[in-house]
């Protein structure tokens, strides 16, 4: 078993920036690429971003590749998720997830064995 647990969400103005991290607890957490996924109101879970288990390879969702970027930390178990130039759309439930693989499926959440509970960002127009 992974537990992973967001933070760092919050209501920021449009334009602004926010960091998100996931702490991961468990088993090894390098053996899992993680990714980051976001869920509006009333939308589909989207995928954001993922990072190989070494942190040498990175994804991004077309809508925020420029803005966003994914890094870890394995010593410290984490991931984060900086997110600049944020805007109203942005505005989601971001989970972190851990899958053991780093493939092409990635981009999906069906690759991702465990979740996080989600932390709210709010961007205000």
């Known amino acids: 078993q992974v537990q992973l647990v967001e933070s760092g969400g919050g209501l920021v103005q449009a334009g602004g920036s926010l960091r998100l991290s996931c702490a991961a607890s468990?088993?090894?957490?390098?053996?899992?690429?993680m990714g980051w996924f976001r869920q509006a109101p009333g939308k589909e879970r989207e995928f954001v971003a993922a990072?190989?288990?070494?942190?040498?390879?990175?994804r991004y969702g077309d809508s925020v590749k420029g803005r966003f970027t994914i890094s870890r930390d394995n010593a410290k178990n984490t991931v984060s998720l900086q997110m600049n130039s944020l805007k109203a759309e942005d505005t989601a439930v971001y989970y972190c997830?851990?899958?053991?693989?780093?493939?092409?499926?990635?981009?999906?959440?069906?690759?991702?064995?465990?979740w996080g509970q989600g932390t709210q960002v709010t961007v205000s127009s």
């Open positions: 997830a851990a899958a053991p693989a780093w493939a092409l499926a990635v981009v999906t959440s069906t690759a991702y064995d465990y």
């Open positions: 468990g088993r090894t957490f390098s053996n899992y690429a």
């Open positions: 990072i190989s288990r070494s942190g040498g390879s990175t």
